[in-house]
């Protein structure tokens, strides 16, 4: 029986998607960001500034499951993650699907660049420990991220390849 890549992709949302509300406490008024326990401070295993390419296209990876994963995901947004965060849309990729978030009180330009990298840490950590998602991985598929603030503009985009975890 064929594995179904929206499994993973429902487990992730619903039960993997990074709350961002604990990120973006901002009671001190100095604009950083809570330093968040699962963000290791290893220096070796913090990934680069720059987001990841996704690999070449995949022969494992099948674009009509990616395009039905997307339908069945849009069909329940927007979803409200967290207090602070809304899934708006899920658009396929070449080798993925595309998660695209808003922030409910923040607008881009509150939200600096120590709590981009906490967001792309913490994220790309939950991605590559995730049973489902690893699977999703192992087999060539691609998890893209994208966050906007609530007046809509950009704030960060990345992506998480079957390399940053550890596949070729």
Same mark, same amino acid.
């Given at each position: 029986? +064929? ?7 429902? !487990?992730?949302?619903? =039960?993997?998607?990074?709350? !961002?509300?604990?990120?973006?406490? #901002? ?9 968040? &326990?699962?963000v290791s401070s290893n220096p070796a295993s913090s990934p680069a500034s720059q987001p990841s390419k996704a690999p070449e296209? =995949?022969?494992?990876?099948?674009? &009509?499951?990616?395009? $039905? ?9 927007? *979803? *409200?993650?967290?207090? %602070? ?8 990729? %070449?080798?993925?699907? !595309?998660? #695209?978030?808003? !922030? ?7 939200? #600096?660049?120590?709590? +981009?990298?906490?967001?792309? #840490? ?5 991605? /590559? ?18 966050? $906007?603030?609530?007046?809509? *503009? ?10 940053? /975890?550890?596949?070729?």
């Amino acid at each position: 029986m +064929k594995r179904f890549f929206y499994l993973p992709a429902i !487990l992730f949302v619903f =039960t993997g998607c990074l709350p !961002l509300a604990p990120f973006l406490s #901002n009671e001190s008024g100095n604009n950083k960001p809570a330093s968040p &326990t699962a963000v290791s401070s290893n220096p070796a295993s913090s990934p680069a500034s720059q987001p990841s390419k996704a690999p070449e296209k =995949t022969s494992k990876v099948d674009k &009509t499951v990616l395009r $039905v994963t997307a339908d069945q995901l849009n069909r329940s947004v927007p *979803q *409200q993650i967290d207090e %602070e965060t809304t899934l708006t849309r899920v658009d396929v990729q %070449e080798d993925g699907l !595309l998660y #695209n978030f808003q !922030l409910v009180t923040k607008n881009a330009a509150q939200i #600096n660049a120590d709590a +981009k990298e906490i967001i792309r #840490n913490v994220v790309k950590e939950r991605v /590559c420990k995730d049973a489902s998602t690893r699977a999703s991985l192992k087999e060539g598929y691609s998890f893209y991220y994208s966050y $906007v603030g609530k007046d809509k *503009q950009p704030i960060t985009k990345f992506v998480v390849a079957p390399k940053d /975890c550890g596949f070729n």
